[in-house]
């Protein structure tokens, strides 16, 4: 079974804090994602990797950077937390051809104080 | 660049009655057309796929559903619902040139009632 394994299931951090979330995935995927899940706005794209040191802004990068130094691992990273921040992270994986699903994490739900 | 309406937020049925949750795209470009669902405190799953070929897809578990260029619709359906479906259900599209990329609606929890 394709597994994706993300850091923490909840985080409290305060305002200005910077705030590491991490991604694991065992299945060689090419393509990892980091999404925000917000209610009646569904998931939202913040970055997107398709190779190792690479990265894609997605539908709402500001605010957010990302770093994938080997192939397994992305990270996403919140420079100075803000309470707008606040909301449930997903990270997802997949192989490299849109025809291949997104195999999501469980989610980190952030709050942001 | 493609957009996704769930024109509802919430659906509650009864027990083993039909169900259908609406979805509509919006894409300059052909599309691929896909559903997750989300069980409670758990991460998204790929329910099915429309890739091409048959306008019809179904699910392992009896859910179905129908891709509509004229309409621009993937509306999701199941003849009779079990306790069990209790989620949310998110459509989501493709566009064929936007690599990897999927644009999400913004979800309908399903609540089925005994």
């Known amino acids: 079974d394709v597994k994706v394994t993300q850091s923490s299931r909840y985080l409290v951090k305060r305002t200005g804090e910077k705030v590491f979330l991490e991604c694991v995935q065992d299945m060689d995927h090419e393509n990892m994602f980091w999404y925000r899940q917000d209610p009646g706005l569904g998931l939202r794209l913040i970055y997107f990797s398709y190779d190792v040191k690479m990265k894609e802004k997605g539908d709402i990068p500001e605010g957010y950077s990302v770093s994938r130094e080997k192939k397994e691992r992305f990270s996403l990273i919140l420079e100075s937390a803000s309470t707008n921040q606040t909301s449930m992270y997903l990270c997802?994986?997949?192989?490299?051809?849109?025809?291949?699903?997104?195999?999501f994490g469980p989610g980190t739900r952030l709050t942001v104080t | 660049a493609q957009s996704v309406t769930q024109l509802d937020s919430q659906v509650p049925v009864f027990e083993e009655a039909p169900v259908e949750l609406r979805c509509n795209y919006s894409?300059?470009?052909?599309?691929?057309l896909f559903w997750y669902v989300q069980y409670p405190n758990q991460g998204l799953q790929l329910l099915l796929k429309y890739l091409s070929g048959s306008t019809l897809v179904e699910s392992i578990n009896g859910f179905e559903a129908e891709f509509n260029k004229s309409q621009t619709s993937f509306h999701l359906r199941k003849p009779s619902v079990h306790i069990s479906d209790t989620a949310e259900y998110f459509c989501a599209v493709s566009g064929l040139n936007a690599g990897n990329m999927l644009t999400f609606g913004g979800g309908t929890r399903l609540m089925v009632k005994p």
């Open positions: 997802a994986s997949s192989f490299g051809d849109i025809s291949y699903e997104q195999y």
């Open positions: 894409s300059s470009v052909s599309v691929y």
